[in-house]
């Protein structure tokens, strides 16, 4: 089945992406438009990024003294991708936008992932420009998010410092009031920072005429000292050259200086920096420290932010969910395709008789199709998120609250899961390979490597899963969960309906009856402490019975709704359902069991004794 197959699929039958046209904001569009939307990027993708996915690993980013140097390939690729109109997709009509659902946003966002997840960092321009829609002046917006929106400039995220990555609390990026009339900037209430920032992807390239960081810093208070914890931390817009009140640039280089590209594992097209800024070495009117504009109200910088995070979280997931699936097909292509070995028959191996391909052992199909399980049941989840977003923003009011709360009980299982599970998918097909597949003669390798970064950045496995457990299925009472679970118990009752599905139903049900549980023990004593000390377990049964009650409601629609699906798509679905239900959900009683204990044995062990 191919991607867009798959896509059309999970978009127009299971989650019937066209009704989306029946609200106000999208009236405009149908699925001709939606279309020609998944056409044009599918074509970009093809010709302009899936042939240099090698040629962007292989030759870094490198700094000659002066410029940071990427390969021709990557400057066209952008090019096409801000040519696309897809960095404005989802915003007004009136600032040149399509009013795209998000759902088709994220879907179209999916064939760039696929064929080369590094050369493409639009999602941060995207992101930057889409923040600063929300909190940003009219100035703010004019200036910044528009030309980030045309493809002119484009956008990082400043968050991470050598010494606080997890623990933001401990940035110690300052910022002071530049000059008496700071408060007088037409672009914002001006500041100088001075600071380091770690790890800025796109953080300097020559791939656009300007860079908006976007950065977090703290204003000191009237001692002098920086607020201790999150809440002293805010937010502004450094731009790498100045830019006029008209948008264009003053010809003032801003004091921001490149430290040193960061030489990574993988997602190598993309330039990974250490940023100094305010050091003096580009003075702005003869003084030191960066320029940089205040968004939003000073010490909500952070609030700020998070809603670009979230937005960055559902990306991230996709992602990774696109190297699994790249890797995926190719492992499925090798697999037909490879002569190895022999049938076993009761008589022995028959060595005159030819050699089986290797896609007809039975390890070889297991190993395909848990890559099948993870991949498309991880892509169906993003899209799931990505029309609760639409809920969210064009839903009646009820319905948009419950999206809210869904989405944010969802968020760390579609950002964490598929970047865990599509990792393991990548190491799958790595394997299906065999010794091919260590070697960089395919392109297996490569996407394993690429993919081991997504559950490190957006936030490590650890914070998510301390997220999920110490904070999101606690809020507001518990609301969240109990939504989600409203909605898995819907999936199985109808599932038990079915013949084909019901036992699946059952073992849905008895899934989430199990993480209830664990969840009311893991908090028994109260003890934060104690409960978080096996949140990574959590996750990990949480998202499996996510991905259970996910693939559980594909099976049912592709059942039920799709009578033109051929029958090897159906057989496919079906199958993976119940390879999910047979080899995987029954993994989620020994990590609840630890969770439920509140199991002591990593949290205990001394030190010493490592
Ligand atoms: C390629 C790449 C691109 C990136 N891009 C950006 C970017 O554009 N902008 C940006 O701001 N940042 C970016 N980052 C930074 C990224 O978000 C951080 O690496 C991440 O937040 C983790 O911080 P750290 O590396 O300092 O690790 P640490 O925070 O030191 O964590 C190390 C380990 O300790 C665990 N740990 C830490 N604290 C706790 C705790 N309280 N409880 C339990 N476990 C804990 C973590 O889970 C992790 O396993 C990028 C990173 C990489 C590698």
Known sequence: MSLRSTLDFLLYQWLDAESLNQRTRFADHSRETFDAVFDTCERIAREKYAPFNRTVDTQEPHFDGEKVILPQATHDAQKAYAASGMLSAAQDYEI?????????EAAANAFFAMASVSMGSSLLTTGNANLLMVHGTDAQKGVFATNEF???????????EPQAGSSLSDITTRAVPDGADFEADPLGARYRLKGN?????????????NIIHLVLAKIPGSDGKLIPGTKGISLFIVPKKLVGTDGQLTGVRNDVALAGLNHKLGWRGTTNTLLNFGEGKYPVNGQAGAVGYLVGKPHEGLRCMFHMMNEARIAIGMAATMLGM??????LDYAKNRPQGRPMTGAGKDA?????RIIEHADVKRMLLAQKSYCEGALALELYCARLVDEQHTADPQAADEARLLLEVLTPIAKSWPSEWCLEANSLAIQVLGGYGYTRDFPVEQYWRDNRLNMIHEGTHGIQAMDLLGRKVLMEGGKGLQLLAARINATAARAAQVPELA??????ADALQQVSSATEAAWASGQPTEALANAVPYLQAFGHTVLAWIWLDVALASLTLDATESIAARAGRMGATRYFYHYELPKIAAWLQVVSSRDATCA????ESF
């Open 96 to 104: 040149g936008g399509m009013q795209l659902p998000y759902t088709v």
């Open 150 to 160: 045309s493809g002119r400039f484009s956008g990082t995220m400043c968050l991470s």
């Open 197 to 209: 920032k770690m790890w800025i992807s796109a953080g300097e390239h020559e791939l656009t005429e």
């Open 326 to 331: 790249a890797g995926y097909y190719a492992s």
């Open 352 to 356: 005159a008789a030819p050699q089986s």
């Open 503 to 508: 036992a699946h139903a059952d073992a849905l």
């Open 604 to 607: 205990d062990f001394p030190e």
